[in-house]
């Protein structure tokens, strides 16, 4: 199989590079680890979390995360957790996931949103906490529930319901109730499209992959790796970080439910899902609705060693980018590496592990071509030369978004762990994680392995 760019699966040099590393410490800056991170499976929206409401879940991956660690649940001076299609009752999720774990009620937490990149945020948060002094210990996650999603009244059935309810008289509220029109009664259904341009992630994508002339064939054939990938490292038990979630009711839930390798046969079978009827992208190669929750314990070196832990590494450099959300939505990646590269002093040969957010298989493509255009570099991106595009045997190798799953607001601290856990495993000691997000804004981060 020739890949995209044309270069072979196999025959990369890159893995028998051996070049003594030096790490990123930096001075006057205090060192930031990961102790551990856990999240509860993964599953397709619409399956055993439908009856739950997102707190549920995001308390399930706190105390996954407690049981992990046996951190004393006092010690931790800060919680944030991202989510991005709010629950109307619990918009600060994390505050009530807190207490449901039964966090000190005196340990303060916010949530943030920021797309597809919000369990990253959360982290950034959490590091910018630390770094700064402020705290020492801090829980950052993420959770998403598509299964159940605000559906709002229309804007003229909320605003007879508002005025109705302040109607001092029987003569008033008749006036307003005489208004009413059955068109008031079409419900608005949250999407998952730009607010700024009106147009759903999948058309983009599938305008993405057209743009960069990335076939049908290539997209079935990157989603049926993905899947391969995962479902190879589930049988294997390299999914470290999921722990088992006792549904109420239900079964006790022990592993994402979204991994389904097909062929590329069956997938030539679907039919485009956005463009209709030439395009591309399409049920087999897009990440899926998804319903999880993810948690890490994040903390200053020193505080870590003191309380006798052994962490599992360090969360160095990082950057955000935003783009324009038309024509560059799903870019981040590609604009987020070489800064991040840049900023810590690295380049793509020293990563050793790269974990990059799977929204589409379109998307992916699009970055690795993005990556390793000289021009797109000159006339996009204001650099002389193109950063390169990751090599395929180090990259997302245990699985990504398209198999494993993305909840919304959970997936940031997923790519981590998964980095994580595979330079603990394969003895790397730089991993690259990278995602694009809503809004044509992305992130990337590099995470460092501790020495054993």
Same mark, same amino acid.
């Given at each position: ?193 730009? #607010? ?48 088992? #979630? ?41 990440? #899926? ?24 590494? $360090? ?19 590609? $604009? ?19 974990? #990059? ?22 006339? $996009? ?72």
């Amino acid at each position: 199989v020739t890949w995209v760019t044309g270069w072979p699966l196999s025959g990369l040099s890159f893995a028998a590079q051996t070049k003594s590393k030096k790490t990123l410490a930096k001075p006057n800056i205090r060192n930031i680890v990961v102790v551990e991170g856990v999240r509860i499976p993964f599953l397709q929206s619409g399956t055993s979390y439908k009856e739950l409401m997102p707190h549920d879940l995001a308390r399930a991956a706190l105390l996954g995360l407690l049981h992990r660690t046996n951190v004393p649940k006092d010690v931790v001076d800060y919680i944030i957790l991202g989510t991005v299609i709010q629950e109307v009752k619990t918009s600060n999720v994390a505050r009530e996931a807190a207490l449901g774990a039964g966090f000190s009620d005196k340990t303060p937490a916010h949530t943030v949103t920021m797309a597809c990149i919000s369990a990253n945020q959360a982290m950034t948060t959490g590091v910018g906490l630390i770094a700064s002094g402020q705290c020492d210990v801090v829980v950052a996650g993420g959770v998403e529930l598509m299964s159940d999603i605000p559906i709002r009244h229309s804007r003229k059935m909320r605003k007879m319901l508002l005025d109705l309810n302040k109607a001092k008289t029987l003569g008033q509220r008749l006036s307003l109730i005489s208004k009413f029109r059955l068109n008031f009664l079409s419900p608005e259904l949250p999407a998952v499209a730009e #607010f700024s341009t009106s147009e759903t992630m999948g058309h983009s994508a599938d305008r993405l992959a057209a743009a960069f002339a990335v076939s049908r064939l290539d997209q079935d054939e990157y989603a049926l790796r993905s899947h391969s990938l995962a479902k190879k490292a589930q049988d294997e038990g390299l999914l470290s970080d999921v722990v088992p #979630f006792k549904v109420p009711g239900k079964d006790t839930v022990t592993k994402d439910n979204g991994i389904r390798p097909s062929s590329l046969e069956q997938m030539a079978k679907l039919k485009p899902a956005f463009i209709k009827p030439y395009g591309t992208v399409t049920a087999a190669n897009s990440s #899926f609705l998804t319903d999880g929750a993810s948690a890490m314990l994040i903390m200053a070196e020193e505080k870590a060693l003191a309380m006798g832990y052994k962490p599992k590494a $360090y969360l160095r450099d990082f950057v955000y980018v935003s783009q324009d959300p038309k024509d560059q939505l799903l870019l981040g990646p590609t $604009y987020a590496t070489p800064k991040v590269l840049e900023r810590a002093g690295l380049t793509m040969t020293d990563i050793d592990a790269f974990e #990059f957010h799977e929204a589409f298989s379109g998307q992916i493509l699009a970055n690795f071509k993005a990556m390793d255009s000289d021009w797109f570099a000159q006339n $996009y991106m204001g650099r002389k030369t193109k950063v390169g595009s990751p090599p395929l045997e180090k990259f997302n190798n245990w699985g990504g978004s398209l198999s494993l799953g993305h909840p919304f607001g959970a997936t940031g601290c997923r790519l981590v762990m998964a980095a994580a856990n595979r330079l603990r495993k394969e003895g790397g000691q730089y991993g690259l994680v990278a995602a694009c997000a809503a809004g044509g804004q992305g992130h990337a981060m590099i995470v460092e392995a501790y020495p054993k």
